[in-house]
T-cell receptor, first 112, second 113 residues
Framework: QKEVEQDPGPLSVPEGAIVSLNCTYS??????FMWYRQYSRKGPELLMY????GNKEDGRFTAQVDKSSKYISLFIRDSQPSDSATYLC????????????FGSGTRLLVRP | DVKVTQSSRYLVKRTGEKVFLECVQD?????MFWYRQDPGLGLRLIYF???????EKGDIPEGYSVSREKKERFSLILESASTNQTSMYLC????????????FGEGSRLTVL
């Protein structure tokens, strides 16, 4: 079983929809949680970073961590065609925080 | 803006060849990383360097070596390429090892025939 599970999609939504992207994980030692966005033929770029449980908001993006359920989410409000990309969750332990464990990514398509 | 540059975007090599993948970052970052990205498997850490001439194995170091002679440059070496090393290779750098903020290059797609 993988340490981090992520539905590969693709997830297709109309422009303006609220998008929910999710990851589950098995290692309760994970403390740092990240979401990266990767456009086609580009490297990933960091979108959101959270420590431990709770919510974090940045513009149209909200990251949510539920450590009791070992579940993290990324919500995108008012989705735009420019949000079409692959979204990767990543997480790490406090004692080896440089070592990110990535999900395999969910491909999102926002239709105009 | 942080820039991480991978010198080769696409390479085609034959089995048994020695392959060098070069990565340069321009932000004076201490830490540099090599990942490979495969469909369904996500990104997997090959090697990590936290200082010049210092390196640590990641999750899948077998068949790879690295070199960091200068702070800005981190090279990945495949001593004898094999077909199962066909993949997308991503270099990344970060200022602080204990955060998840990695800056990635655009990737090098390697095909081994």
């Amino acid at each position: 079983q993988k340490e981090v599970e992520q539905d590969p999609g693709p997830l297709s939504v109309p422009e303006g929809a609220i998008v929910s992207l999710n990851c589950t994980y098995s290692n309760s030692a994970f403390q740092y949680f990240m979401w990266y966005r990767q456009y086609s033929r580009k490297g990933p770029e960091l979108l959101m970073y959270t420590y431990s449980s709770g919510n974090k908001e940045d513009g149209r993006f909200t990251a949510q961590v539920d450590k009791s359920s070992k579940y993290i989410s990324l919500f995108i409000r008012d989705s735009q065609p420019s949000d079409s990309a692959t979204y990767l969750c990543a997480m790490s332990r406090m004692d080896s925080s440089y070592k990110l464990i990535f999900g395999s990514g969910t491909r999102l398509l926002v239709r105009p | 803006d942080v820039k991480v540059t991978q010198s080769s975007r696409y390479l085609v090599k034959r089995t048994g060849e020695k392959v060098f993948l070069e990565c340069v970052q321009d932000m004076d970052h201490e830490n540099m990383f090599w990942y490979r990205q495969d469909p369904g498997l996500g990104l997997r850490l090959i090697y990590f360097s936290y200082d010049v001439k210092m390196k640590e194995k990641g999750d899948i170091p077998e068949g790879y070596s690295v070199s960091r002679e200068k702070k800005e440059r981190f090279s990945l070496i495949l001593e004898s390429a094999s077909t199962n090393q066909t993949s997308m290779y991503l270099c990344a750098s970060s200022q602080f090892a204990n955060t998840g903020e990695l800056f990635f290059g655009e990737g090098s797609r390697l095909t081994v025939l």
